[in-house]
């Protein structure tokens, strides 16, 4: 629950920071008029996301077995690859996102092209949309009831403070969003990596090499139950949702949880965080938005 609510909340927040600087832009270039175009452009983007929703649960209903879990693997890694990519993007681009929306916003002002709003507003939150898509149906593979929850709570509080956000959005400092909620989505998209792997293991499409490097689940309860902390327990679960917890992995699932940690951990922690510092550096940016 914890995972999708980070992750939801992360997603809403940034497609509706992205609406709000549109918003005050055609406010500051006195072109309000044209905020109908925005609108349907939020619109249309947030239709096609469910419409990817309803495809990926179809196809991964009609699945069984092997075929599933090949589907669940492939779906999680996918998961954990574009997050990556996007922790990547914001680390780097995070400075400046607020000056190329305003330019694509003004090419689309200055050549009467009132669809190229649209398309502008289209393209920013469907984007948001599929990865949103992409890692709670990862999630909700594992744990459905707990990644909905969450969902929902993450939208729920984003509606809550969105109005503030339109009101003050200038107050918020972008670049330290974006760092620290960068650092927790590292910790759940090294999860999905190891979980991804771990499910391509049971399908035999990835060898284990060692079935269980170590077993640490304590055993069964007298009437049957799991232990809390069993990797199918209470507290187990919710490791299992948020870090992608198993308490008896393979040893391919250990080296791409450490693999993950070691190459993407490092370069977002270390050097891509002091490359994209000296970057804004000398561009002399802000990291916040102000109007």
């Known amino acids: 629950m914890i995972a999708s609510f980070v992750i939801t909340f992360r997603e809403a927040l940034e497609a509706a920071l992205i609406i709000g600087i549109l918003a005050a832009y055609l406010k500051k270039v006195d072109r309000s008029d044209l905020n109908k175009y925005l609108y349907i452009g939020t619109g249309t983007a947030l239709l096609a996301s469910l419409i990817v929703a309803v495809l990926f649960t179809t196809i991964y209903g009609g699945l069984e077995g092997r075929a599933a879990k090949i589907f669940e693997g492939l779906a999680t890694l996918s998961a954990a690859a574009v997050l990556t990519y996007m922790i990547f993007w914001m680390t780097k681009h995070s400075q400046e996102l607020k000056g190329e929306l305003y330019e694509k916003m003004d090419t689309a002002i200055s050549k009467g092209e009132v669809y190229g709003i649209v398309t502008v507003a289209f393209l ?4 948001e949309g599929v990865e949103t898509v992409l ?10 009831g707990d990644t909905l929850l969450g969902a929902l ?8 403070i969105t109005y503030f956000m339109f009101e003050g959005i200038y107050l918020l400092d972008i670049k330290k969003f974006f760092k620290y909620t960068s650092i927790v989505l590292l910790v759940f998209a090294a999860g999905l990596t190891a979980y991804g792997v771990h499910e391509l293991n049971e399908a035999a499409l990835i060898p284990s090499v ?15 139950s799991y232990p809390a902390l069993h990797e199918k327990g209470s507290i187990g679960l919710i490791l299992k949702s948020l870090v992608g917890y198993n308490g008896n992995p393979s040893l391919t699932e250990v080296l791409a949880y450490l ?9 977002v922690l270390s050097g891509g965080q002091r490359s994209a510092k000296a970057d804004a550096g000398k561009k002399g940016s ?6």
């Open 210 to 224: 060692v079935e269980h490097v170590w077993d640490i689940n304590p055993p069964l309860n007298p009437d049957g």
């Open 153 to 160: 709570l993450g939208i729920g509080v984003v509606l809550a």
């Open 259 to 267: 693999g993950y940690w070691l190459t993407v951990g490092y370069y």
């Open 124 to 127: 920013s939150v469907f984007r």
């Open 135 to 144: 890692f709670l149906g990862a999630t909700a593979i594992s744990s459905p």
């Open 286 to 291: 802000s990291g916040v938005v102000k109007y």
